[in-house]
């Protein structure tokens, strides 16, 4: 039936719209079994943005050099913070940082910068979401409703924003956005954080308010990737997910806001780093 619904559709929505299908249940059943089956998704999806990471930067060898490092320091990081060492996984994403900064250099690769921050870029929202995935009893409810935020900020950006036009939010980065969009994205995830906070039994209001405040957070995420590539002067990070584009593309916003949700959570009353 999906099939069919995909045939009456805009070629390249229909793609998206399978696309769609296909992943979001993969993600929804992998936080529900948690635990490694969670960590290996993890794993892997940083494995497909550390190439696309490479990617962003023409020169072979910075593009190898950027794409191990991306690749294998934060994996590492995820293994480290399934042995029950979260402090341990952090001060290995900031020491493999700076040591990936200096072996690029002693090679002369260029764009060590690129090398060290893909690290950090990709390592520091892997860790946070296999740390909050692993939180007791709760974990699960945590990245459910933080997948939910996100995805209801981005679907409320586009729908409002193509529906509203207005003011362009960032004109040189990306073109398409709009200060309308940024708005709605902000509504419709305090909404959709609120909604699930009161079902949880959560506070809506703190709930809503931390979904809105993650809506704007989530957008500066995807506007940092737009200006990547837009320095890079590609229009998707690459093409594995038919009618998205990337993986960074897809989750580009997921990356700046699970760092900062996982603080959140961690200076919750009762809530422990380990």
């Known amino acids: 039936m999906a099939q069919q619904l995909a045939e009456g559709l805009d070629p390249a929505l229909a793609k998206r719209l399978l696309s769609a299908l296909l992943l979001v249940p993969l993600a929804l059943a992998s936080v529900w079994l948690g635990g490694w089956s969670f960590a290996l998704l993890v794993i892997g999806a940083l494995v497909a943005m550390a190439w696309e990471w490479g990617r962003l930067r023409p020169e072979p060898a910075t593009a190898v050099a950027a794409t191990m490092a991306a690749a294998l320091l934060p994996s590492l990081a995820v293994v480290v913070l399934m042995s029950g060492h979260a402090t341990h996984a952090l001060a290995l994403l900031a020491v493999g940082a700076a040591m990936a900064a200096a072996l690029a250099a002693a090679a002369r690769v260029q764009r060590v910068d690129h090398v060290a921050l893909g690290v950090v870029y990709l390592g520091l929202p892997a860790v946070a979401l296999v740390w909050l995935e692993n939180r007791p009893e709760i974990g699960a409810s945590l990245v459910a409703w933080l997948l939910a935020v996100?995805?209801?900020?981005?679907?409320?950006?586009?729908?409002?924003?193509?529906?509203?036009?207005?003011?362009?939010?960032?004109?040189?980065?990306?073109?398409?956005?709009t200060w309308a969009g940024l708005v709605g994205a902000m509504i419709g995830a305090g909404l959709t954080g609120?909604?699930?906070?009161?079902?949880?039994?959560?506070?809506?209001?703190?709930?809503?308010?931390l979904g809105a405040v993650l809506a704007v957070v989530a957008q500066v995420g995807d506007l940092f990737e737009s200006a990547l590539k837009r320095r890079r002067g590609v229009k998707d990070s690459s093409n594995l997910i038919p009618g998205h584009g990337g993986v960074l593309d897809r989750i580009d916003g997921l990356l700046f806001a699970a760092p900062v949700y996982a603080v959140a959570i961690a200076m919750a009353p009762g809530t422990t780093a380990g």
């Open 194 to 209: 609120a909604g699930i906070g009161a079902a949880l039994g959560g506070s809506p209001v703190v709930a809503g308010l």
């Open 150 to 177: 996100v995805w209801a900020t981005d679907i409320c950006a586009y729908a409002v924003g193509r529906t509203v036009g207005g003011a362009k939010l960032a004109p040189r980065i990306s073109p398409g956005k």
